[in-house]
């Protein structure tokens, strides 16, 4: 999810494909640890000016 916007913007996200829960990969907000790995709810907020990556772990 990217927010170009200067406000954060809350998004629901869909049910994942492989119906396993979505985990965030990188999150350009967190400038100590972008790449920090985290369980996500259904909703988010994405931060102004960031993006946030999720995966739900399936390989296809």
Request: hydrophobic share 40%; proline share 7%; glycine share 8%.
């Amino acid at each position: 999810m990217v927010n170009a916007a200067q406000d954060g913007v809350e998004y629901v996200l869909p049910a994942s494909p492989s119906g396993k829960p979505w985990c965030q990969v990188i999150d350009t907000e967190n400038i100590e640890d972008p790449f920090a790995h985290a369980k996500i709810d259904e909703k988010i907020i994405v931060g102004g000016r960031t993006l946030k990556l999720f995966s739900d772990g399936a390989i296809s």
